[in-house]
């Protein structure tokens, strides 16, 4: 069993406090911003304090000191980022057009596993990298190897800052929402990249807190490289084997916090496996208020979870006015009832998908 | 959590360069596919198809991923010039694993991992851990290609720019005759990629039982 004991969260909401408050009522993060593309305003999702490892070390730090343990010693760390430090590279290769000081190992994805191993002195590290997935691998793996007894405690981390690669690239895709996203809207206009950084603890105990970390489910698209199957097949499975990993069924799901991104191809076809699967389990997307914090956004959303089954609050679809798919109940109101089970989704370039169960055994 | 793995099948190249003949129109006979591959895409399918590997778990590992695609970005950024769709969809460090699933219509878990120089030994232990809770052959897999302009600016120590190891393996049934990972590294090969390369090279000398530490 894999108890989610200790957490916390910065993203452009705040930490994870002031991140549930702004979901709850239905309060967008997003502000607009010229800087990255010339002539061009995207919305994007931006951490007041512009010091992403300054965030890291203090994010990780309230995780430990929230815990039951001392220190980190005897614990291992997995991240999960798809920019790593690359915001560092371009910094120096923007401004002398070569990479002559750029240090590759602060340009690596490893840079964050580093950074924090320096601070806190971990047992083990390790880190992953399958793009927008990247820390729901993360837990699908610190999962597996708690349940077979390989390790007590286990960080996760996800983490990934804004840089120009990431938002000029999604600019060049054409999915960029020059406002603050409307998942699952008729009108939608696309995406917004956002940085954040998620730090959770999973142990094999339970300590002041009985969410676990039920199941997880993988799968990929084997499709397109960044258009999800038309047909949802991947994402029927990967929800489907997180929901039989988790031992409950499809009708035990109390909330779907969807992946959501706000672009066209994405929640047409998340919305359609959802539909396939569900008949009325309430479904939203908190990326409308985050925006999609890409690397980080897996662990971002589970412990969006956690807190919507400790508070037994349905978080309600920012900025939806009509939705595409009326055969799925995007919530648009703040719901208090009874929750149980939170089946949240990921899904990557390279059609890489991942479904988490989070939730509280009866 | 130590345990014992048998090695399926195993398979290792690199060029200082550029690694030739990677067979690309046997392995991707169509041409508006092959061209879109990253240099890791290829060598990822040229590696598996040596080592019989068609479906299943992928654990694919690299320090620095596509490297290539990522400073054609930056490139484009710098010079104002537009950025090619191609390149930034390219640019993830899954993109190998997932034109391999796309090729061969494998619709298993993939796991891309980036520890540093340890990654290729991370990938064996996610290997591991895979095929022990799945009861599966897994397929684990360690490129590194660096051979992109300039890359003298900060390459001091590789001797071979484009470097691959890749083995088959599953949980054994017992620890009989399983053997640590010997030290059999390959000169001038990046420290990313050596521990993988340790075991396909006691593969090769016969030794295809080897303990993993989870």
Redesign the interface.
């Known amino acids: 069993m894999a108890f989610i004991n200790s957490y916390e969260s910065c993203s452009c909401a705040g930490n994870t406090q002031e991140l549930m408050n702004a979901i709850y009522s239905k309060s967008t993060k997003i502000t607009l911003d010229t800087s990255y593309i ?1 002539e061009c305003s995207v919305g994007l999702g931006k951490m007041k304090n512009s010091d992403f490892f300054e965030v890291l070390n203090n994010t990780t730090d309230k995780v430990l000191k929230k815990s039951n343990l001392k220190n980190f010693n005897d614990s291992l760390l997995i991240v999960g980022s ?1 920019i ?1 430090g ?1 915001k560092a ?2 910094k120096h ?2 401004k002398d ?4 000081n ?1 240090d ?2 602060k ?4 840079v964050i ?2 950074f924090l191993n320096d601070k806190f002195n971990f047992l083990y ?7 927008c997935t990247s820390s729901g ?1 993360a837990l ?2 610190a999962k ?2 708690i ?4 390790y007590k405690n286990i960080l996760v981390v996800g983490a990934d800052s804004l840089c ?2 990431t938002v ?7 999915v960029l929402s020059s406002k603050p996203c409307t998942p699952f809207d008729k009108d939608r206009e696309g995406m917004n990249v956002a940085e954040a950084v998620a730090v959770v603890l999973l142990q094999d105990s339970s300590y002041k807190s009985n969410v676990e970390l039920l199941g997880v489910g ?9 258009n999800p199957d038309p047909k949802a ?2 994402a029927i ?1 990967s929800m489907q084997k997180a929901i039989q990993d988790a031992g409950i069924g499809l009708c035990d799901v109390d909330y779907i916090n969807a992946h959501g991104t706000g672009t066209l191809a994405n929640d047409r076809v998340e919305a359609l496996a959802i539909q396939t699967l569900f008949k009325n389990t309430p479904v939203s997307s908190t990326k409308a208020v985050t925006g999609h914090t890409l690397g980080a956004s897996s662990l971002l959303e589970g412990i969006i979870s956690c807190e919507v089954i400790k508070q037994n609050k349905l978080p309600p679809q920012t900025g939806l006015l009509d939705a595409e798919n009326q055969n799925i109940n995007t919530i648009k109101e703040t719901v208090q009832r009874e929750i149980s089970f939170v089946l949240s989704n990921s899904f ?5 998908n991942i479904s988490l169960v989070i939730g509280v055994r009866k | 959590m130590r345990v014992a793995i048998n090695i399926i099948s195993a398979y290792k190249v690199y060029a200082e360069r550029k690694i030739e003949d990677l067979q690309e129109k046997r392995i991707v006979p169509k041409m508006i596919v092959r061209r879109r591959l990253t240099r890791s895409a290829k060598i990822m399918l040229y590696l598996a198809d040596k080592c019989g590997f068609k479906d299943g778990k992928i654990v694919y590992a690299s320090a620095y991923g596509e490297l290539q695609a990522a400073a054609g970005i930056t490139d484009a950024i710098l010079n104002n010039s537009p950025i090619s769709p191609t390149l930034f969809q390219n640019s993830v460090y899954n993109s190998a694993p997932s034109y391999f699933s796309m090729l061969n219509g494998d619709k298993d878990e993939i796991i891309t991992i980036s520890s540093g120089m340890k990654s290729s030994l991370d990938a064996l232990k996610t290997a591991s851990l895979q095929a022990l809770v799945s009861g599966e052959k897994v397929l684990c897999v360690s490129i590194e290609c660096l051979d992109i302009d300039r890359i003298e600016e900060v390459n001091l120590c590789t001797k071979y720019l484009e470097s691959g190891a890749c083995v088959v393996l599953e949980i054994a049934e017992n620890e009989q005759d399983a053997k640590e990972i010997q030290e059999y590294e390959e000169s001038g090969i990046i420290e990313s990629l050596q521990d993988l390369m340790r075991v396909v090279n006691m593969s090769k000398k016969g030794f295809n039982k080897v303990f993993v530490e989870l």
Do not use: P, V, W
Not at chain 1, 97 to 100: A, F, L, Q, T
Not at chain 1, 107 to 110: F, N, Q, T, Y
Not at chain 1, 147 to 150: E, K, L, S, V
């Open positions: 010339k798809s790593g690359m590279s371009e290769y923007f057009n070569n990479y002559k750029i590759h190992s340009h690596a994805i490893s596993q580093d590290t390790r880190s992953i990298s399958t793009a691998n699908l793996l597996r190897l349940d077979i007894g390989a120009y690669t000029c690239g999604f600019h060049a895709l054409g993988a799968s990929s698209d084997a499709c397109h490289m960044t097949k991947g499975s990557a370039f390279g059609g890489n």
